[in-house]
């Protein structure tokens, strides 16, 4: 599967933005999905996962209700809602699948499919 993420920029501490990932292929609905993210000079560090039905989700620990994972299966797209944006959120998103339905997952290791990755920028 090929993964396009889109919706980044540049926004004020506070703002809301809505990433978006569409992906290539038939089968998106087998895919368990997730968002990592990596700010300068830092690791790559996971954001928020979702299983193939989308009724189930899993975030870290950062998120603290700010942001939510979702998926349109209909049309092979997965989001993440990011509001109450913060300085330190500023880093490149990526999105990222796993083949399967198994445990959603944090390690990004564990998944075999990367987007391109979008800027996000938070002012304050």
């Known amino acids: 599967v090929q993964l396009q993420a889109s919706g980044g920029g540049l926004v004020q501490a506070g703002d809301s933005l809505r990433l978006s990932c569409a992906a290539s292929?038939?089968?998106?609905?087998?895919?368990?999905m997730g968002w990592f993210r990596q700010a300068p000079g830092k690791e790559r560090e996971f954001v928020a996962a979702?299983?193939?039905?989308?009724?189930?989700?899993y975030y870290a620990d950062f998120v603290q209700g700010r942001f939510a994972i979702s998926r349109d299966n209909a049309k092979n797209t997965v989001y993440l809602q990011m509001n109450s944006l913060k300085p330190e959120d500023t880093a490149v998103y990526y999105c990222?699948?796993?083949?399967?339905?198994?445990?959603?997952?944090?390690?990004?290791?564990?998944?075999?499919?990367w987007g391109q990755g979008t800027l996000v920028t938070v002012s304050s």
């Open positions: 979702i299983n193939w039905s989308g009724d189930r989700t």
């Open positions: 292929g038939r089968t998106f609905s087998s895919y368990r």
């Open positions: 990222a699948a796993i083949r399967g339905y198994g445990r959603l997952d944090y390690q990004a290791d564990s998944y075999d499919y």
